[in-house]
Every structure is written in C-alpha cells, then in structure tokens.
C-alpha cells in the first residue's frame, strides 16, 4: 500500500467511497458501497400480490427458459442490451429447489439456476427503464431481507451464495 501511494501525483486525493446516495439512503443507483458488491434486485414479476397495499417481492433478474434454450442463453435474456455484462462462466454457480403443491405431471418443483454477471459497461438508467423499479443492494442487505421474508435458512444460503 505504502509503495503504491508514492506513485500518485503529488496533492492527488481520491474520491470518498461514501456517495450522497449512501447517505440518502438511494438504492437505485449503483453508485453507493463503492467498497462492496452490489447485485441488481428486481421486483418479482411472476408473483400475484394479494392486495394493492402489499409491498413487492424482490428477486435477482428472473425468466423461464424456453424450448431449446440454454440456461446461460436465458440468463442473458434477462438483461437490457444496453447493460453490457461480463460473465465468468457459463456454468451455474448455485441451484435452488422449491417443491409445489400439486405439481404437474413428471414435475415436483421450481428451480432456480443461479449465474454471476459483472456490469461490464452501461448505465443502470436503462434497467429503470425497461424493468420500472429496481435496487443495487449488497451482500448483508439481501441475506437481511431474504431472512424476512424466507427465513433463516434462505437468509444463510444466499449469505453463502453471495
């Protein structure tokens, strides 16, 4: 640290890593935690609410796969083309599995492939508009939420996910 201090330009400060949108508490821009990871969260779409009072549900971006797609194809699927990403694999990182009541023939459950994407390049202004409302939230955010509204065990498993 000492030796790459010495290589900056003399009277060069660098910038706060705490931005106006931490202090107002700003989840819709990813600028804010410029010391942590921050992963796009978006209200759940394929969730009914039971009444116009009740608070959204938020998941990562989520879609089905269709017929003859790949789950790395679908994974990119969900986002804007204008928000260019990085993917370090084409490979799942984590799978979940939800049992249904009264699933259809030759299926028991849900599950939900899980892929890492880095925001390569773009602005987080074109998520808004194409998906309406959205959160940059970070690794004790999520795991804090998810323990809300899942538990303790969803709240551990994306804690370790993340």
């Not at 939800?98 to 202004?125: A, C, N, R």
């Amino acid at each position: 640290m000492h030796l790459y201090a010495e290589q900056l330009p003399e009277g060069f400060t660098p910038a706060p890593r705490r931005t106006e949108a931490d202090q107002t508490g700003d989840t819709a821009t990813h600028n804010r935690k410029l010391d942590e990871r921050l992963y796009l969260m978006l209200p759940d779409k394929n969730r009914k609410k039971t009444s116009d009072d009740e608070e959204d549900r938020w998941v990562f971006p989520t879609t089905w796969i269709q017929d003859e797609e790949t789950i790395f194809s679908a994974a990119k699927r969900t986002i804007p083309s204008e928000i260019r990403c990085w993917y370090p694999s084409n490979q799942p990182c984590a799978v979940d599995i939800w049992s249904v009541q009264d699933p259809p023939e030759g299926y028991f459950g849900i599950k939900t492939f899980f892929l890492k994407m880095y925001l390569d390049e773009g602005d987080d202004e074109q998520i808004n508009i194409v998906n309406g409302k959205h959160a940059w939230l970070n690794r004790g955010e999520i795991s804090e939420y998810f323990g809300k509204v899942h538990g303790h065990n969803a709240s551990r498993f994306y804690h370790y996910l993340l």
